[in-house]
Nanobody, 124 residues
């Protein structure tokens, strides 16, 4: 499975941005998907996850109420809509996928496939 994340960029504080990740090379509907991020000098951290059918989602506390994860199994994409962005959201954002997870997981080591990352910079 190959993952390609895109649509990061530079946004001002309080702005919005939508990240997307396109998957190829395997049945997308069989994948649990997640978004992670890594800021300079920090460990990679969980942002949001979504189940195979899209009916179950989970979020880091920092993302709750501001970010929404959703997927389109017909288009093999998962997206992360981000609102009310803060400088602390500045990071490289990665999409991740796994074939065997039963539910969304917040531990990066649980995910089998990773995209290359897309930079999000929130300027104050």
């Amino acid at each position: 499975v190959q993952l390609q994340a895109y649509a990061g960029g530079l946004v001002q504080v309080g702005g919005s941005l939508r990240l997307s990740c396109a998957a190829s090379g395997g049945p997308f509907r069989n994948l649990v998907m997640g978004w992670f991020r890594q800021a300079p000098g920090k460990e990679r951290e969980f942002v949001a996850g979504i189940s195979r059918g899209g009916g179950t989602t989970s979020y880091a506390d920092s993302a709750k109420g501001r970010f929404t994860i959703y997927r389109d199994n017909a288009k093999n994409t998962v997206s992360l809509q981000m609102h009310s962005l803060e400088p602390e959201d500045t990071a490289v954002y990665f999409c991740a996928a796994d074939r065997f997870l039963r539910n969304t997981q917040s531990t990066s080591s649980e995910y089998e496939f990773w995209g290359q990352g897309t930079q999000v910079t929130v300027s104050s």
